[in-house]
């Protein structure tokens, strides 16, 4: 039988190869950033209270459109959740995660993430500057390398762009 090469069959097998560079196929396992390691444990996580004030805003209108319109948080609220974390023995590491924008109709300062078991109060940093804010920390199924999902409110106050996946350090307590 002959090989028939045509070049939709070479366009193809070059599109193939790309993407499996692009999601990390056949890549040495030390080009995957490393996530760090908890140093809370799952009892820890659970004696911490999820603060209701960050998750207390309204629903944003059905007709909103804007980042500022589906942003429904006060100032008093946005002012909490920028405030610095207290330095206390409940601050600790819980790891790091790549978030991307969860629903913009959620409201309140929260991250769903697979890096707790339970609800409960937490903070998250953007890597990329520094900025905080303290969240709700919901859990999701996933291992704890899995990605998370963040509140509009949260990724504007940590000026973490909209439309790309944000590194967080996520600790617990705020």
Same mark, same amino acid.
């Given at each position: 039988m002959k090989c028939i090469t045509t070049?939709?069959?070479a366009i193809t097998a070059a599109l193939t190869l790309s993407a499996c560079a692009q999601l990390g196929s056949g890549q040495p396992e030390d080009s995957v950033a490393p996530v760090a390691e908890a140093d809370a444990s799952q009892a820890e996580v $659970?004696? #911490?209270?999820?603060? *209701? #004030? !960050? %998750?207390?805003? *309204?629903?944003?209108?059905k007709a909103a459109k804007t980042q500022e319109a589906l942003d429904t948080t006060t100032s008093a609220q946005r002012a909490q959740a920028a405030a610095p974390a207290a330095p206390a023995a409940s601050s600790k590491l819980l790891g790091t995660t790549v978030a991307s924008l969860g629903s913009p109709t959620e409201p309140g300062f929260w991250l769903k993430t697979p890096l707790v078991k339970t609800e409960t109060s937490g903070r998250v940093t953007? @890597? $990329?500057?520094? @900025?905080?804010?303290? #969240? @709700? !920390?919901?859990?999701?199924?996933?291992?704890?390398?899995?990605?998370?999902?963040?509140?509009?409110? $949260?990724?504007?106050?940590?000026?973490?762009?909209? %439309?790309e996946l944000a590194q967080l350090e996520v600790t617990l307590g705020s």
């Open positions: 070049p939709l069959t $659970a004696a #911490v209270n999820a603060d *209701p #004030v !960050l %998750t207390s805003a *309204p629903p944003p209108p953007n @890597k $990329a500057n520094g @900025k905080s804010s303290a #969240v @709700k !920390l919901i859990p999701i199924d996933g291992p704890a390398s899995g990605g998370s999902r963040i509140s509009l409110p $949260a990724m504007r106050l940590i000026e973490a762009p909209l %439309t």
